[in-house]
């Protein structure tokens, strides 16, 4: 029996949490815990391999649990071991001879495990039942739908192009070449691309839409899987190539988080003090890398050392025009820096994170609003007016990263107080202990 989380995360403490306002400048050195995006690609990729793998490092939170508890669904052995990490055991993950459908996934909020395991479900043989949180059935899936359709899938949504449906599972997938718009997500390519070895015949994919966002996403999925022995050729912008092979069994080290890590990182600006993440990667396909860059466009200094990232306040927070198509997932924490720079700021190639956990353009626009704030809503953006702001309830949304940036928005601003803290275990349940642990 395996001693793992049965059930999603729970570290974070649910309810309304006074976000502090330290008095000092932050001087901090902040672990966080093991990417999102890595762990649960990761773990599909053990999932469908041609052994077992270990992956050390790997993040214990609510999105990797439902990742967990899916794959075991599909018969997949997934059990923990002791490791070296702070925030939980190494997980050993052992595929099975072939997936077992007559059973229910139950993605919660987490879009990887939505898009990420539908494809694995149609290579099972039985029913499978893929439904999610009621604040998660307004995710994107037609397009995945579509696609899954176009390979060989058995799917019945009752016409509403959405979660719930059921995959009706024959044991594999035919493949072949697929067109799909990914303007509204890049896991809809992730997805079919970290499934397609295993499909008859491989998969050609091409991606026909207005914009393809988070491109640095794809491009961990591709690597991910050259690390495992498959080859993705890449003949143009929008099309992808994966020959049907194995899968192979790899111990892997998953990265930290280092979208987790903007908070903290944004903590040294506000407070006119130095933050200092380790284990920062010299090179990463995620968009939290990009911090590095962002952050002194901003007025910050970076500098690393030792295999750590150190940001430390400038002499002014400087208001941008920036582009954040590649790494919108920064937008939460990015525009609660903008809230207290010196000049207005634009933040545009974002207009798809509508449909994350929640509508985050609208929901930091409306927060902002609501402590005395100017923003407004752009149709692929946001804009932001500085000007004083005073406490008042900072809106969760159930989204981890409008959570967080209520936290960055109390740094400077006495009487914030954050709706449900609880929320940030979707990808990070330490929050409030890490967070406490670096104001102390």
Sequence with gaps: MSDAPSSPATTAASGSWPAPTP??????????PGSKSLTNRELVLAAIADGPSLLTGALHSDDSVRMIEAL?????????????????????????????G???????????VMRFVSPIAGLAVGDVHVTAHPTAMHRPMGAMIQALREVGADIDDAGSWALPFDIRGHGHLRGGEVTVDASQSSQFVSGLLLAAARFDVGLRLIHDGERLPSLPHIEMTVEALARRGVHVEHPSPNEWVVPAGPVRGKDVAIEPDLSNAAPFLAAAILTDGSVTVPGWPAHSTQPGALLADILPVMGAHASRRAGALTITAGDRIAGVDLDLSAASELTPTLFALAAFADAPTTFHGIGH???????????????LRALGGDAEEREDGIHIRPRPLHGGTWRAHHDHRIATAGAVIGLRVPGVMVDDIGTTAKTMPEFPRLWA???A
Aim: hydrophobic letters at 30%; one cysteine or more; proline letters at 10%.
């Design 102 to 112: 007559g059973t229910t996934i139950d993605c919660g909020q987490a879009g990887t």
């Design 72 to 100: 075991r669904t599909l018969g997949v052995s997934i059990e923990p071991v002791p490791g070296d990490s702070p925030f939980g055991p190494d997980l050993d993950v052992t595929p099975p001879a072939r997936f077992t």
């Design 353 to 367: 994170i509508r449909g994350h956990e929640t509508d985050r353009i609208s929901a930091l626009v409306d927060n």
């Design 437 to 439: 642990d670096m104001l």
């Design 23 to 32: 008095t000092e400048p932050v001087h901090a050195r902040v672990s966080v």
